[in-house]
Structures are given as C-alpha cells and as structure tokens.
T-cell receptor, first 109, second 116 residues
Framework: KQEVTQIPAALSVPEGENLVLNCSFT??????LQWFRQDPGKGLTSLLL?????REQTSGRLNASLDKSSGRSTLYIAASQPGDSATYLC????????FGAGTTVTVRA | GAVVSQHPSWVICKSGTSVKIECRSL??????MFWYRQFPKQSLMLMAT?????????EQGVEKDKFLINHASLTLSTLTVTSAHPEDSSFYIC????????????FGPGTRLTVT
C-alpha cells in the first residue's frame, strides 16, 4: 500500500521568502505525482502534474521535482506572497490517488 | 482547463435520512470518477471508483450499501449517503481524470455534510 508523507506539517515564513515543501512516498512504481493547493473549507486546485517519466515541472513561481528512485518530490515556491497561504497536498498514483496529510503554509505580510 | 462541479456545496440533514451529492464534469466526459472523503484536519481518503454504466468499486472498509454510487452518464456521478449518522459528517470531494492533460485529476469544490 502506498504511503505518502509530507514534511513539515506546518510552515510559517515572512513574505518574500522561498518555500520548500517535501513529499515522500514508499512505492516508487508511480504513474503520476500531483501537487494541489487547498484553501480552508474548499476543494483542491491542481498546481503541477509530474508524470513518472519526468523529473520536474514548472509553472510561474512554482517548481516541482520528482526523484522516483528515492521516492521523493519537492515543491518550491519562489518569492512567497500572503496569497500563497494554504494547505499544499501531494498525491501519487494513476487514477486512484494516495494523498499526504499536507503542509499548511502561512506567509506573513 | 477541465472543470468539475459538485452540488450541493453544503448540506445539513437529520440522522437517519439520506443525502444525494452530485458530481459533474462540465466540459469533458468522464467514464470514471472518484469519490474521496476528508475529515477535519486530515487528508483525503479514497472511498470508491465510479464507473459509467457499471457498478462502482469500493475501497476496503467502505460500506457499499451505505454509500450508493450511480454513474448514469458520461458527465454525472452521484453519491447517496443512506441512513446518515453523525459520524458520516465530513467533506466529500469527487474527481475526474482529464485525458487531455495526461490524466491529470480535476477535483470538484467539495460538499460539506453535517448530520445532526
């Protein structure tokens, strides 16, 4: 059974600082890895999808890397803004996704 | 991008009653949809896979007779929580894979169910 772990569970940074969010998974035979953002009481917004053959994806200030051999992915958010405050979820799988517990980020103005 | 909607966004019901939640893919067809449940301060847990035109498949520990799933068309799946109890209070979220972006999963906005 796939186990997904996200560290840290919570993170508070001043505005402008870069964010580094970590995700690890136990079964390296994954199809996709997806990063999501969830605001309180809301659904999920897909941020980045990394297919198993890829090593990274970039979108604006976001960059996600994937190292299947070590079972790790890292989400980098450059020059954080208060609007980046949310919970970030990592999920692995194909159609069926296994989720980590998330990292709750607070960016202080 | 692909859009998935859910209805209602929130619902309060009395213990013992049934509640139906709809999940729609608005601009694409989805032969498969997924239902997740999220308890407060916990992550999402997959409940079941909804298959258009056939029976849903349930994850271990999820009661199929309690959580009825119907996928009657390529754009609509419904989850009915039967004989709801307070412990069924949760955030229910559906998703659908969009083949146009490598089977990227698109999630609905979720339905907050409170059973009193």
């Amino acid at each position: 059974k796939q186990e997904v772990t996200q560290i840290p569970a919570a993170l508070s940074v001043p505005e402008g600082e870069n964010l580094v969010l970590n995700c690890s998974f136990t079964d390296s035979a994954i199809y996709n890895l997806q990063w999501f953002r969830q605001d309180p009481g809301k659904g999920l917004t897909s941020l980045l999808l990394i297919q198993s053959s890829q090593r990274e994806q970039t979108s604006g200030r976001l960059n996600a890397s994937l190292d299947k051999s070590s079972g790790r992915s890292t989400l980098y958010i450059a020059a954080s803004q208060p609007g980046d405050s949310a919970t970030y979820l990592c999920a692995v799988g194909g159609d069926k996704l296994s989720f980590g517990a998330g990292t709750t980020v607070t960016v202080r103005a | 991008g692909a859009v998935v909607s859910q209805h209602p966004s929130w619902v309060i019901c009395k213990s013992g009653t049934s509640v139906k939640i709809e999940c729609r893919s608005l601009d694409f067809q989805a032969t498969t949809m997924f239902w997740y449940r999220q308890f407060p301060k916990q992550s999402l847990m997959l409940m079941a896979t909804s298959n258009e035109g056939s029976k849903a498949t349930y994850e271990q520990g999820v009661e199929k007779d309690k959580f009825l799933i119907n996928h009657a068309s390529l754009t609509l799946s419904t989850l009915t929580v039967t004989s709801a109890h307070p412990e069924d209070s949760s955030f229910y979220i559906c998703s659908a894979p969009f083949m146009g972006t490598g089977n990227e999963q698109y999630f609905g906005p979720g339905t907050r169910l409170t059973v009193t």
